[in-house]
């Protein structure tokens, strides 16, 4: 299959081209024809499968082949609803990416930051809006935006949308878009809540599916080093040190030890910036820019931080404290070995965290090697005391309560809480 096949045009041809794709991923090749023909869409993948492109080149070219030259101001056609700023980020790049021959325009509105560039490049004129929800709903609150004109609408990552509570934005947002329209949802999991939620704004909608759990955990190296919790940074360091690692994402369970691994390194003059809620947009956009061009290359993230970080040619996932869900590994290990590129992942694992990594390898159905040749090997006797006695797994379908998955104690659920409390 080639996009030529999948009946594209050439100025999408030519951008594809310019970025070096050859052929559709296979979401792609199901989606796109669908999307063409006018279907509603209900998508069932994840980051990491091309799923951007696959809902971003049929709605350019739609839009390109419908342009009305007619002179006055463009009005927003198509709008993206995506749960992080950073991810709005990452989806407005690829629709300038892949509409660079189109003419088709587009920005990108997220909280946390002053609205004013962002008003200034809507009363120019825009063809696609990319938006985290709160901002949207401000913005059109304040007469900003109108969607009486939107003929085509995404929400992406629908199931995180529910996690960070964004689920009544969504609805007042939803209740605003013309009926006549053509609507996409994408989800990595299908629990009730988000078939629900898709029922409502979905006509009879075609279904495509990419699992591609099982995929990246065969594609990815992994390893998983025993080491006792208070070693793990230097084991770090130690790696860092001594492996050939390009460049590396390394999970943090939290912000305050995604910080001090940062201040850890730096004492061995190893640059690395961290990324996480607490952070600045700036700060986080200005470490991620950093990394994604190559200038540094550690990066230290929690979950929610790095969600959708889309990092070309990342060769390591390190996971400094292993998530207790295990889908979150998945996610996690996902972020390299990108477009059939081979990635490693690295697992550190204390005593108190030998449980989690039984699950996760009941999950992808796989036996992770282990490397027992490294300084700081812990046997494993881990007897926990009465505060580190791990709180027990929550369910998966809890997710919607607003808090989390991957917390693991009860500090972290209530600092997350307040994260998704916040507007973006
Ligand atoms: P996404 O799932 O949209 O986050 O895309 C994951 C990564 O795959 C991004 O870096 C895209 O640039 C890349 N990508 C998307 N489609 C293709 C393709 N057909 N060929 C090669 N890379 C692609």
Same mark, same amino acid.
């Not at 199901?30 to 999307?35: E, G, K, N």
């Not at 081979?342 to 550190?348: E, Y």
């Given at each position: 299959?080639?996009?030529?096949n999948?009946?594209?045009?050439?100025?999408?041809l030519?951008?594809?081209?310019?970025?070096g794709y050859?052929?559709?991923?296979p979401?792609?090749e199901?989606?796109?024809?669908?999307?063409l023909?006018g279907?509603?869409?209900?998508?069932?993948?994840?980051t990491?499968t091309?799923k951007?492109?696959?809902?971003?080149i049929?709605?350019?070219?739609k839009?390109?082949?419908?342009?009305?030259d007619?002179?006055?101001?463009?009005?927003?056609?198509a709008?993206?609803?995506?749960?992080t700023?950073e991810l709005?980020?990452?989806?407005?790049?690829?629709?300038?990416?892949?509409g660079?021959?189109?003419?088709?325009?587009?920005?990108?509105?997220?909280?946390g930051?002053?609205q004013?560039a962002q008003?200034?490049?809507?009363?120019?004129g825009?063809?696609?809006?990319?938006?985290?929800?709160?901002?949207?709903?401000?913005?059109?609150?304040q007469?900003f935006i109108?969607?009486?004109?939107?003929?085509?609408?995404v929400?992406?990552?629908?199931? @995180?949308?529910?996690?960070m509570g964004?689920i009544h934005?969504i609805?007042?947002?939803?209740?605003k878009?013309?009926?006549?329209r053509?609507?996409?949802?994408?989800s990595?999991?299908?629990?009730?809540?988000?078939?629900?939620?898709?029922?409502k704004?979905?006509g009879?909608?075609? #279904?495509?599916?990419?699992?591609p759990?099982?995929?990246t955990?065969?594609?990815?190296e992994?390893?998983?080093?025993?080491?006792?919790?208070?070693?793990?940074?230097?084991?770090l360091? @130690?790696l860092?040190?001594?492996e050939?690692?390009?460049?590396?994402?390394?999970?943090?369970?939290?912000? @305050?030890?995604?910080?001090?691994?940062?201040?850890?390194?730096a004492?061995?003059n190893i640059?690395?910036?961290?990324?996480?809620?607490?952070?600045?947009q700036?700060a #986080?956009?200005?470490?991620l820019d950093?990394?994604?061009?190559g200038q540094?290359?550690?990066l230290?993230?929690t979950d929610?931080?790095?969600?959708g970080?889309?990092?070309?040619?990342?060769?390591?996932?390190?996971?400094?404290?292993?998530?207790?869900?295990?889908?979150?590994?998945i996610?996690?290990i996902?972020?390299?070995?990108?477009?059939?590129a081979?990635?490693?992942?690295?697992?550190?694992c204390?005593?108190?965290?030998?449980?989690?990594?039984?699950d996760?390898?009941?999950?992808?159905?796989?036996?992770?090697?282990?490397?027992?040749d490294?300084?700081?090997?812990?046997?494993?006797?881990?007897?926990?005391t009465?505060?580190?006695?791990?709180p027990?797994?929550?369910?998966?379908?809890?997710?919607?309560?607003?808090?989390?998955?991957d917390?693991?104690?009860g @500090?972290?659920?209530k600092s997350?809480?307040?994260?998704s409390r916040?507007?973006?």
């Open positions: 299959m080639t996009f030529e999948l009946g594209l045009i050439e100025p999408i030519k951008a594809l081209q310019s970025e050859t052929k559709p991923t979401i792609q199901q989606s796109i024809p669908l999307l023909q279907k509603d869409l209900l998508g069932c993948a994840q990491g091309g951007t492109a696959a809902f971003a049929p709605i350019l070219q839009l390109f082949l419908s342009k009305n007619a002179k006055g101001k463009r009005k927003i056609r709008i993206i609803l995506t749960p700023r709005a980020v990452q989806i407005g790049d690829s629709f300038t990416t892949y660079k021959f189109t003419g088709i325009k587009n920005t990108v509105i997220y909280g930051v002053k004013f008003t200034q490049a809507l009363q120019q825009i063809d696609v809006l990319i938006a985290t929800p709160g901002r949207l709903l401000d913005l059109m609150d007469g109108s969607l009486k004109d939107i003929e085509y609408s929400l992406d990552e629908a199931d @995180h949308m529910l996690d964004f934005d609805r007042k947002i939803i209740a878009l013309p009926i006549k053509q609507s996409l949802f994408f990595a999991t299908m629990p009730a809540e988000i078939l629900d939620l898709s029922s704004i979905l009879n909608p075609a #279904r495509v599916t990419i699992n759990e099982q995929t955990a065969e594609r990815v992994q390893a998983v080093y025993f080491v006792g919790r208070d070693d793990k940074t230097k084991l360091i @130690h860092l040190q001594n050939k690692i390009d460049s590396a994402l390394i999970f943090s369970r939290t912000k @305050h030890g995604a910080d001090k691994v940062v201040k850890l390194l004492k061995t640059q690395a910036a961290a990324i996480h809620g607490n952070k600045s700036s #986080r956009q200005r470490a950093n990394f994604k061009s540094s290359n550690i230290i993230a929610i931080a790095a969600r970080i889309d990092v070309e040619e990342l060769s390591h996932v390190i996971n400094f404290d292993l998530p207790n869900v295990p889908e979150t590994y996610h996690r996902g972020r390299t070995g990108r477009a059939n081979s990635g490693t992942a690295i697992s550190f204390d005593g108190e965290e030998r449980a989690y990594l039984k996760i390898q009941k999950l992808i159905e796989q036996k992770i090697s282990v490397v027992n490294h300084p700081f090997v812990d046997d494993g006797t881990f007897v926990p009465k505060k580190q006695v791990r027990p797994r929550r369910p998966q379908t809890s997710r919607s309560n607003g808090a989390r998955v917390s693991t104690n @500090h972290q659920a997350n809480k307040s994260y916040k507007r973006y």
